[in-house]
């Protein structure tokens, strides 16, 4: 939190940064970008507050247009400081590895995609029939059954 250190009461206008001087006092500059018509002008004063400045301390003009502190958060200062021990290092043996021969890689060749085409039967012609289709057929030596071996 923020703490008041001087009353000032500075009206702010748009365009100007505000700040708090060397001198600790408020003063104002144009802003590159705050619109308007550039000036030369470079600082203006606007209150006289003599602010003795502290270190570890942000000043800055705030929304009623006083000075007022806040205290800086610096990276590191929540950290504490631990005593570091003392210890013999000891040196990591060395590994005796065996170096390999990179091994050959076989260029892959791609395998084309073999398509099954489907065996169609021939069509047959009705005028193929003829009368040859009365006369018995040979008989024909009925076809084996593949049988699944059963181990014992």
């Excluded at 590159?32 to 470079?42: I, L, Q, V």
């Excluded at 606007?46 to 570890?56: F, I, Q």
């Excluded at 705030?62 to 800086?72: L, S």
Aim: avoid cysteine; aromatic fraction near 4%.
């Amino acid at each position: 939190m923020a703490t008041k250190v001087a009353r000032t009461g500075v009206k702010r206008e748009k365009g100007w940064l505000y700040f708090l001087d060397k001198r600790g006092d408020v003063s104002r500059a144009r802003m590159a970008r705050g619109g308007g018509k550039a000036t030369n002008k470079k600082r203006e004063k606007v209150a006289k507050a003599g602010v003795e400045r502290e270190d570890g301390f942000l000043y800055f003009i705030d929304k009623q247009g006083d000075v007022a502190r806040a205290k800086m958060a610096r990276a590191g200062r929540r950290r504490k400081k631990t005593t570091k021990r003392k210890t013999a290092r000891r040196k990591p043996a060395r590994r005796k590895t065996a170096r390999r021969k990179p091994a050959r890689r076989k260029t892959a060749r791609k395998k084309t995609a073999r398509r099954k085409t489907a065996r169609r039967k021939p069509a047959r012609r009705k005028t193929a029939r003829k009368k040859a289709a009365r006369r018995k057929p040979a008989r024909r030596k009925p076809a084996r059954r593949k049988t699944a071996r059963r181990r014992r």
